[in-house]
DNA sequence: GGTTGACCTGCGCA
DNA sequence: CTGCGCAGGTCAA
């Protein structure tokens, strides 16, 4: 059973479970099934380290899977004086880490995810590995889901969605260099490029580069990071946000990580107490 | 170039 | 049991 010290705290449950990924399912005594790449495997956490049963998934790939490279304090500390919120939010969430989840999976997940509640994304994702996927019920192709087509990925309770899964299905089976970023390129360039898709756009493009690229500049931003800046940092605005407007105030206010400040403002708010919240 | 509807499905709640 | 509102957005007019 290898196992692997771990350097600094990992919460599983909001790490694998808060919305980055979504293969994976909690098991009883706080283990967790689920997929490391085409890798089925188990983890837990015991004595400080990471165990898992599988020896074909290498300590470095688990190391870089769960970015136990980066110290995250420490990137944001330099943003955390000027915003309580995210100092909050680290402090009660020290163990969220960012994931590099296998990019075309991280794709299709959030071409999945529009107008859909996290466990319903769960839901259509463990439909596709059971309908398409290979052994181990692996995650299927880019080719696989290109074979199946519209039709038979709206049996997986798609709904319109699964047009454009099916199509970018079918464009990334014939080029799937279009998945490699060359790291010279801009978080910016990476994003337009995947806009090309269909079914991208930029809210998508910035999970993809943020949840399985390590772009931690890419600054997402969803229904959930849409009412918690409101209500933390716009209290007064009523007009919907610019992206563009927002693009230039998320970088000046948590800098060149702010991808971490999304991770983790993101998980503190939508687990905080619901009268909290502003009513949806 | 910014706005406005349409788009599938499953779940919670009256 | 039936109906209605809503949910990690994107696309086209």
């Given at each position: 059973?290898?196992?692997?010290?771990?350097?600094?705290?990992?919460?599983?449950?909001?790490?694998?479970?808060?919305?980055?990924?979504?293969?994976?399912?909690?098991?009883?005594r706080s283990r967790f099934a689920g997929w490391i790449g085409p890798h089925p495997?188990?983890?837990?956490?015991?004595?400080?380290?990471?165990?898992?049963?599988?020896?074909?998934?290498?300590?470095?790939?688990?190391?870089?899977?769960?970015?136990?490279?980066?110290?995250?304090?420490?990137?944001?500390?330099?943003?955390?004086?000027?915003?309580?919120?995210?100092?909050?939010?680290?402090?009660?969430?020290?163990?969220?880490?960012?994931?590099?989840?296998?990019?075309?999976?991280?794709?299709?997940?959030?071409?999945?995810?529009?107008?859909?509640?996290?466990?319903?994304?769960?839901?259509?994702?463990?439909?596709?590995?059971?309908?398409?996927?290979?052994?181990?019920?692996?995650?299927?192709?880019?080719?696989?889901?290109?074979?199946?087509?519209?039709?038979?990925?709206?049996?997986?309770?798609?709904?319109?969605?699964?047009?454009?899964?099916?199509?970018?299905?079918?464009?990334?089976?014939?080029?799937?260099?279009?998945?490699?970023?060359?790291?010279?390129?801009?978080?910016?360039?990476?994003?337009?490029?995947?806009?090309?898709?269909?079914g991208v756009g930029p809210k998508i493009s910035r999970c993809v580069l943020l949840?399985?690229?390590?772009?931690l500049d890419a600054f997402p931003v969803d229904v959930w990071v849409d009412r918690?800046?409101?209500?933390?940092?716009?209290?007064?605005?009523?007009?919907?946000?610019?992206?563009?407007?927002?693009?230039?105030?998320?970088?000046?206010?948590?800098?060149?990580?702010?991808?971490?400040?999304?991770?983790?403002?993101?998980?503190?708010?939508?687990?905080?107490?619901?009268?909290?919240?502003?009513?949806?």
């Open positions: 059973m290898p196992s692997l010290l771990l350097p600094c705290p990992l919460d599983l449950t909001s790490t694998l479970l808060g919305g980055q990924s979504f293969s994976w399912n909690p098991l009883p495997v188990q983890l837990h956490l015991h004595h400080e380290s990471i165990h898992w049963d599988n020896s074909a998934l290498s300590s470095s790939q688990i190391h870089h899977y769960f970015s136990l490279d980066l110290n995250l304090s420490s990137l944001l500390q330099p943003h955390l004086p000027t915003n309580p919120h995210l100092a909050t939010a680290i402090q009660l969430h020290p163990g969220l880490r960012p994931l590099r989840e296998n990019p075309w999976e991280c794709l299709v997940n959030f071409i999945c995810s529009s107008l859909k509640q996290i466990t319903h994304i769960r839901q259509i994702h463990a439909r596709l590995r059971s309908t398409f996927g290979g052994p181990n019920q692996s995650f299927p192709s880019p080719a696989r889901l290109a074979e199946a087509g519209e039709l038979s990925l709206r049996k997986c309770a798609l709904g319109y969605r699964a047009k454009h899964l099916a199509a970018t299905a079918q464009i990334l089976s014939q080029e799937p260099h279009r998945l490699e970023i060359p790291s010279s390129w801009s978080t910016e360039q990476a994003a337009q490029h995947f806009e090309q898709l269909p949840y399985s690229y390590g772009r918690l800046l409101r209500q933390l940092y716009f209290p007064k605005k009523r007009k919907p946000f610019r992206l563009a407007h927002l693009e230039t105030w998320s970088q000046k206010q948590f800098g060149p990580f702010r991808g971490l400040a999304q991770l983790l403002l993101f998980h503190w708010f939508r687990t905080s107490t619901p009268h909290s919240r502003p009513r949806p």
